[in-house]
């Protein structure tokens, strides 16, 4: 899929925002920095998503080599999801963002149910 938007993406930005962007792939990767999940599993950590959403970014980030997806051969089918190396490296990134968003909460003292 990255092989499609190769020409059109102008900076490295441009190429992170679009391997990361979006309501649910930075909540996605949060959640699988701890631990392989199942699909179930993540969805519940994520609440609203749909299933339809989590799917299409679930394969979106395996696509961009940010997810593991490991299929287990046996009934019911077993799938797993988890971080790659790449994934991996994203996460102090994301814990500064982390910070800095809890930092603006507190400071702005917002109410996030309203998004």
């Not at 046996?74 to 102090?92: G, K």
Request: hydrophobic share 35%; net charge positive; aromatic share 10%.
């Amino acid at each position: 899929m990255l092989r499609l938007y190769e020409d059109k993406l102008k900076c490295e930005m441009e190429l992170t925002v679009y391997l990361i962007g979006g309501k649910w792939k930075i909540p996605i990767l949060w959640n699988l920095k701890e631990e392989t999940m199942r699909f179930g599993e993540i969805k519940r950590q994520l609440g609203s998503v749909t299933p339809k959403m989590l799917t299409q970014q679930l394969r979106q980030l395996e696509e961009s080599g940010l997810v593991k997806r490991l299929v287990y051969a046996e009934i019911p089918p077993r799938v797993e999801y988890s971080l790659t190396e790449d994934a991996i490296s994203i996460l102090p990134i994301l814990e500064q963002l982390s910070r800095w968003g809890n930092g603006y909460y507190n400071k702005h003292k917002m109410n996030l149910d309203m998004y």
